[in-house]
C-alpha cells in the first residue's frame, strides 16, 4: 500500500511539471502586455496625459488596438516605421505635444487609418511626403498649429479625405486650384479660419463645387475689400452657406492695407458702394441650373464642359458620388458618356446634383450644377363642375339684376308729379337705431360759449343721413366744401329726385 501512495505522488508530481511546460499557463499573450500607466480597454490604448517625451517601447505589444490616444503629452518627434504593428489602427490622436516636424515614413504604414489628430502642436511646415500612406483617411486635424507653409502636393495622396482643418495656423496664401494636390471629390469641410490669408483668387473660389462652398470656413482672415470678393460672399450668404451664415460677422476684410482698417464684410455697407455690380459678377459664379420634374418622371442631366472630359463623376443631394454604373439602390443611373439618368424621380432626388469633369484640356475642378425641384403632378380641373359652377353664377347675378330693375325698393309708392307725395307703407314699430339718428347733419365750427370767434370756412363736408321717409335709403351729399356759413341760403343741396320734397320738408339746421 505505501508503494502505491509513493506511485501516486509520483504521478502528480510529473503532471505538475508537464503543466508548467504549456505557454498558456506559463507565458500570458502577448495582446495582454499594456505599457505602463497607460489604459487598455478592448481595443482602445491610451496613454495620454502622462508626460511622455517619446513613444512608448511596448506599443508592439497592442497589436489588437483601433484607437491609440497619445495626446496631451511632450512628444517632440515620430519615428519611422513606429505604427507597424498596429495593422488595426484606425484612429490616431496626437494633439497636445510638442512636435514641430513630422518627416518622411512617419505613416508609411498606417493604411488603415480613417481619423488623424494633429492639432496642438509647434508644426510650421508640411512637406510633400510626411502624409504618405494614409489612402484611407478621412479626417485630419492640423488646427491650432504654427502651419506658415504647405507644400504644394502635400496632400497628394489623400483621396478619400472628407474633413480637413487647418484653422489657427499661420496661412498667408493657400492654393485654390489644386488644393496642394487635394481632391475635391469627397471634400466637404475645408477649414482656413483664423489664419493670414490676405491674398483670395476669387474665380477659384467661384469654381469650387456647391458641397465644398458651404463647408469653406474663411473667417477671421485678414482678407481685402475686393468687390468681386464681396459679391461673392454676399451670394453665398443670401443662398445659406452655413460656413458664411454661421460665422457672418467674424468675416473681416482691411479697406486699407494697415490692420487698424479692419471692417466687417456685412455691417460695413459703405465700404462697397462704389462697387459696380456688373464688373464684380463678371467673372464669378455661374448659378446652377434650375428644374422642376414630377414624381414619377425621368430625368437626364448632362455634364456640360468647355471641352471633352476624361473622368466624370456625380455628387447626389446625399453628397454620394455617383461613377458608373450608378447609385447604390440603382435609382440613378451613370451612363457611358458621363451623362445622369434617373428613370423613376422620386421626392429623395431633390436637391443639387453637381457634375465633376477632369481632362488635360480641363480645369481640375470644373464642375456643373443642377439645382432638382420635385413635385407631385397637379390634378386636372373637372370641365363639368367648372361649367355647373360658371353657369349657376351666371344665374343668380342675372335674377339679382331682375330683381333690382323690377322690383321697387317701396311695394306702395307711385311716382308723383306734385312735390307733396305720400306712401302706404304697413306701420312697424321703429328701431332703436332709428331713434337715435339724426334727421339730418349739424354743422357749428364756432363754441356755444363763444359766439364772437370768427367761424371758418372751407372746413367739412357735410352728410344728410337718410330720413325715415322718402330718401329710400340714401345717402345724399348736403352741403359742399366751399359754402359760407354766414350765407346760409347758398347751400347747395343735393338730392334725387324721389326725395326732394322729403329733403325740403326735413330741413337743414344750423346753430
Not at 117 to 135: E, F, I
Not at 144 to 173: I, P, T, V
Not at 254 to 277: G, Q
Amino acid at each position: 500500500m505505501a508503494w502505491l501512495m509513493q506511485l501516486g505522488a509520483l504521478l502528480c508530481t510529473l503532471r505538475v511539471g508537464l503543466g508548467s511546460l504549456d505557454p498558456e499557463v506559463s507565458v500570458p499573450s502577448a495582446s495582454h502586455n499594456c505599457p505602463q500607466e497607460c489604459v487598455c480597454a478592448a481595443d482602445l490604448l491610451s496613454c495620454a496625459g502622462l508626460g511622455l517625451q517619446d513613444v512608448p517601447a511596448t506599443l508592439p505589444a497592442a497589436a489588437t488596438a483601433a484607437e491609440l490616444d497619445l495626446s496631451h503629452n511632450a512628444l517632440q518627434r515620430l519615428h519611422p516605421g513606429w505604427l507597424t504593428p498596429l495593422y488595426r489602427l484606425r484612429d490616431l490622436r496626437l494633439g497636445h505635444n510638442e512636435l514641430k516636424a513630422l518627416g518622411r515614413g512617419v505613416f508609411t504604414n498606417a493604411s488603415g487609418l480613417r481619423l488623424l489628430d494633429l492639432s496642438s502642436n509647434g508644426l510650421r511646415v508640411l512637406g510633400r511626403h510626411d502624409l504618405d500612406g494614409l489612402a484611407a483617411l478621412e479626417k485630419l486635424f492640423l488646427f491650432n498649429n504654427r502651419l506658415a507653409h504647405l507644400d504644394q502636393h502635400a496632400f497628394q495622396g489623400l483621396s478619400a479625405l472628407h474633413r480637413l482643418y487647418l484653422g489657427c495656423n499661420e496661412l498667408a496664401s493657400f492654393s485654390f486650384d489644386h488644393l496642394h494636390g487635394l481632391g475635391v471629390t469627397h471634400l466637404r469641410t475645408l477649414d482656413l479660419s483664423s489664419n493670414r490669408l490676405g491674398r483670395i483668387p476669387v474665380t477659384d473660389l467661384a469654381t469650387l463645387p456647391a458641397f465644398l462652398k458651404n463647408g469653406l470656413y474663411l473667417h477671421n482672415n485678414p482678407l481685402p475689400c475686393d468687390c468681386r470678393l464681396y459679391h461673392l460672399l454676399q451670394r453665398w450668404h443670401q443662398r445659406g452657406l452655413s460656413a458664411v451664415t454661421d460665422f457672418a460677422r467674424e468675416y473681416i476684410c482691411l479697406a486699407f492695407k494697415v490692420p487698424t482698417s479692419r471692417v466687417r464684410f456685412f455691417e460695413h455697407s459703405r465700404v462697397f458702394e462704389n462697387c459696380s455690380e456688373t464688373l464684380a459678377r463678371a467673372s464669378l459664379e455661374q448659378p446652377e441650373e434650375q428644374l422642376q420634374v414630377q414624381v414619377g418622371g425621368s430625368l437626364r442631366l448632362h455634364c456640360n464642359t468647355s471641352a471633352p472630359a476624361r473622368h466624370v463623376a456625380w455628387v447626389s443631394p446625399q453628397e454620394e458620388l455617383l461613377v458608373a454604373p450608378g447609385s447604390r439602390n440603382g435609382s440613378i443611373a451613370v451612363l457611358a458618356d458621363g451623362s445622369l439618368a434617373i428613370r423613376s424621380v422620386q421626392l429623395w432626388h431633390q436637391g443639387v446634383f453637381v457634375c465633376l469633369a477632369t481632362g488635360p484640356r480641363l480645369h481640375h475642378n470644373e464642375s456643373h450644377e443642377y439645382n432638382v425641384s420635385v413635385h407631385f403632378p397637379h390634378p386636372e380641373p373637372e370641365a363639368f363642375s367648372t361649367s355647373y359652377t360658371t353657369l349657376l353664377g351666371c344665374a343668380v347675378g342675372l335674377v339679382l339684376v331682375l330683381l333690382y330693375l323690377f322690383a321697387p325698393p317701396c311695394p306702395g309708392c307711385h311716382r308723383c308729379c306734385h312735390r307733396t307725395c305720400h306712401c302706404r307703407r304697413w306701420p312697424r314699430a321703429s328701431s332703436p337705431l332709428q331713434e337715435l339718428s339724426a334727421q339730418s347733419s349739424m354743422l357749428s365750427t364756432t363754441p356755444p360759449d363763444a359766439p364772437s370767434r370768427k367761424a371758418s370756412v372751407h372746413k367739412h363736408v357735410v352728410f344728410l343721413e337718410p330720413g325715415r321717409r322718402g330718401l329710400n335709403g340714401r345717402v345724399q351729399l348736403a352741403v359742399a366744401e366751399d359754402f359760407d356759413l354766414y350765407n346760409p341760403m347758398g347751400l347747395r343741396l343735393k338730392a334725387g329726385s324721389e326725395s326732394t320734397s322729403s329733403t325740403v320738408s326735413e330741413g337743414l339746421v344750423i346753430t
